[in-house]
Nanobody, 125 residues
Framework: QLRLVESGGGSVQAGGSLRLSCVASGGNYVVVGWFRQAPGKEREGVAAYYGGSRLTFYADSVKGRFTLSRDTANNALYLEMNNAKPEDTGMYYC????????????????????WGQGTQVTVSS
């Protein structure tokens, strides 16, 4: 069974940077991405990578600030967060899907069937 383990969360001031890591083991996936959930809000997609076409997708709210990268040798996925904003605060989850459901679904949590335990990110103003 695929297992995802996140790390790298913490506290940062607005304008600062954080790098989140996710290591996958025990199985294969087709799509992998990062999601976040703030208290009282729905889980939202942040960034995702589809290996079949080697495309990366970003939510409009993070375009130009966040960068998704992969280390295939170590089966790791990274989320570089730059120019962080208070609205970026939340629990960040790494997730993977075993099938691709279309480009419009890559940031939709319903299509992901494996999830990590999450890592907290807090951005203070």
């Amino acid at each position: 069974q695929l297992r995802l383990v996140e790390s790298g969360g913490g506290s940062v001031q607005a304008g600062g940077s954080l790098r989140l890591s996710c290591v996958a083991s025990g199985g294969n996936y087709v799509v992998v991405g990062w999601f976040r959930q703030a208290p009282g809000k729905e889980r939202e997609g942040v960034a995702a990578y589809y290996g079949g076409s080697r495309l990366t997708f970003y939510a409009d709210s993070v375009k130009g600030r966040f960068t998704l990268s992969r280390d295939t040798a170590n089966n790791a996925l990274y989320l570089e967060m730059n120019n962080a904003k208070p609205e970026d605060t939340g629990m960040y989850y790494c997730a993977a899907a075993t099938r691709f459901s279309g480009s419009s679904s890559t940031l939709d949590a319903r299509w992901y069937n494996f999830w990590g335990q999450g890592t907290q990110v807090t951005v203070s103003s």
